[in-house]
């Protein structure tokens, strides 16, 4: 049987490595191929997190000293393991202003 200590501990070493991965996808994204595979250990890594953490409280452990939290968390990974296969191919989502443009626009001037 396995131990509910290491399924929590399986559990935030997925979510951790996804958010990290996650937080640098603009590094990988100078490569296409790079960004494509990064995105694809993202939603592996993220599904098997919402997995595990369905898992955890069927074990009898807890994640963070809660034995509610770990179901809801499985869910929002589901949701961001959809947005990580988004490709938005940096198309301006936000409309803002964007800091390098504006370097640009003012030296062509």
Same mark, same amino acid.
């Given at each position: 049987?396995? %131990?509910?200590?290491? &399924? %929590?501990?399986?559990?935030?070493?997925?979510? *951790? !490595?996804? /958010? &990290?991965? $996650?937080? $640098? !996808?603009?590094? $990988? =994204?100078? +490569?296409?191929?790079?960004?494509?595979? &990064?995105?694809?250990?993202? @939603?592996?890594?993220?599904?098997?997190? /919402? /997995?595990?953490?369905?898992?955890?409280?069927?074990?009898? *452990?807890q994640l963070w000293g809660s034995s509610y939290l770990p179901r #809801?968390?499985?869910? $929002?990974?589901?949701?961001?393991? !959809?947005?990580?296969?988004?490709? !938005?191919?940096?198309?301006?989502? =936000? @409309? *803002?202003?964007? #800091?390098?443009?504006?370097?640009?626009? +003012?030296? %062509? %001037?």
């Amino acid at each position: 049987m396995v %131990e509910a200590s290491s &399924v %929590e501990l399986l559990a935030e070493a997925l979510c *951790g !490595i996804s /958010a &990290v991965l $996650f937080t $640098f !996808i603009a590094t $990988f =994204s100078r +490569s296409p191929r790079a960004e494509q595979a &990064v995105q694809n250990v993202i @939603f592996v890594c993220l599904l098997a997190a /919402a /997995a595990v953490l369905w898992w955890l409280p069927t074990l009898g *452990g807890q994640l963070w000293g809660s034995s509610y939290l770990p179901r #809801p968390l499985a869910l $929002f990974c589901v949701i961001l393991a !959809i947005s990580a296969r988004m490709n !938005i191919k940096g198309e301006n989502v =936000s @409309f *803002g202003a964007n #800091p390098h443009s504006i370097g640009r626009s +003012s030296e %062509e %001037e």
